[in-house]
């Protein structure tokens, strides 16, 4: 069974730019999240969709990022304008509908 | 903001040797889980523990639950290179949505 895939993996932009994550989650899964994880810190979730609608975006700064779910399988992040402080690995993670969560490789986000 | 605190914040063992990592958390919960996350990688799960449990085994891997300490442990017995990585602990507070909590992590290094 394939794994959840993220892209691109790395990505160093200036602050005030624009970017965009991709996540595919495990196929069947009808739960996705992004997750952020800055160094030293655990995951914080950011959105929760439960096939393409949101859950739950409690903790997502409105205001520069947004993210979509299409069709309930794939899903972009996306941040505009990037700040400093969003230097992070961004995770997305799947679930089918259970407990545990399925988790990506990450990308690691530089904003200079 | 951080539900779990997990204790110590790094662990430097040999291998061969026992390694116990603690977790706290504030608010009652469903269960809780403990993942695992290498170096520059996503995070894996390793264990999930209900709240009506107490102990709970997985090959090397040992969890135990005290709801009224609010406080969970994991021991890795006999431990290994490879066990080198990040613990987190996360909780869910039950319902339909499936959201964990992270803490901040304990950093474990086995040295050969």
């Known amino acids: 069974e394939a794994g959840v895939a993220q892209s691109p993996r790395y990505k160093i932009i200036e602050k005030r730019q624009s970017v965009a994550f991709w996540c595919n989650p495990i196929?069947?899964?009808?739960?996705l999240y992004w997750y952020q994880q800055i160094l030293g810190q655990g995951p914080k979730l950011l959105i929760q969709f439960q096939n393409n609608g949101v859950v739950d975006d409690s903790q997502l700064p409105k205001d520069r990022f947004s993210a979509e779910r299409l069709k309930g399988v794939d899903s972009t992040l996306k941040i505009q304008p990037a700040k400093l402080e969003d230097s992070a690995v961004y995770l997305c993670a799947s679930s089918p509908r259970g407990r545990v969560q399925y988790f990506g490789p990450g990308t690691r986000l530089t904003v200079t | 903001s951080q539900q779990g605190e997990e204790d110590p914040q790094a662990l430097s063992i040999q291998e061969g040797e026992n390694a116990t990592m603690n977790c706290s958390y504030k608010?009652?919960?469903?269960?809780l889980q403990w993942y695992r996350q290498n170096s520059g990688r996503g995070l894996v799960h390793l264990i999930l523990?209900?709240?009506?449990?107490r102990e709970k085994h997985s090959g090397r891997l040992r969890v135990t639950l005290d709801t009224s300490k609010k406080s969970s442990s994991l021991l890795i017995t006999a431990s290994r290179a490879a066990d080198t990585a990040s613990y987190f602990c996360?909780?869910?507070?039950?319902?339909?949505?499936?959201?964990?909590?992270f803490g901040k992590g304990t950093l474990l290094t086995v040295n050969p």
């Open positions: 996360a909780t869910d507070a039950g319902g339909s949505n499936y959201k964990l909590t």
């Open positions: 523990i209900r709240s009506n449990e």
């Open positions: 196929s069947g899964h009808a739960t």
């Open positions: 608010t009652s919960i469903n269960n």
